[in-house]
């Protein structure tokens, strides 16, 4: 099944797509938007042409506490009950720490920059990586 995974920003999504066999995620790109509708016509534009059939979107969570809800949480569920509308199951995740292990993986590979797509890569593989079992998705 493939999956497709984002780094939600009020201005950049950071696109990812992995699959449930293989537990692989890889970077797809970023969408860059000026506002939500395009941002969402653009990831249906995907969904149809990478024929997925999840979506993982990362939501970031306060670390001292978890009950906590902040504007940009909820900014990020608001994004993620419109991609709902899209009628394929969508799945949340916590997306805290997202960015500096993207940037950990960017220094690794002796890249520079800030690049959303790899925040999105390292979301949808925590979510691949802490599903137990995919089979009945």
């Known amino acids: 099944m493939r999956v497709l995974g984002l780094d939600y920003g009020s201005r950049h999504i950071g696109v990812a797509l992995g699959d449930t066999d293989s537990r692989i995620a890889s970077p797809w790109g970023v969408i860059d938007y000026e506002n939500r509708s395009d941002a969402l016509e653009r990831i249906h534009s995907i969904i149809r042409q990478d024929a997925v059939s999840a979506i993982v979107v990362g939501v970031p969570h306060i670390l001292r506490d978890t009950s906590q809800i ?10 993620l009950q419109d991609v709902e509308k899209f009628g394929i199951p969508v799945h949340e995740t ?40 995919l089979e009945n998705e």
């Open 70 to 79: 902040t504007a940009q949480i909820r900014e990020a569920r608001s994004f």
């Open 94 to 133: 916590d997306e805290t720490m997202s960015t500096k292990l993207a940037a950990v993986y960017m220094r690794d590979r002796n890249e520079k920059g800030k690049r959303d797509d790899m925040a999105a890569v390292v979301i949808l593989q925590t979510w691949l990586d802490t599903k137990p079992s």
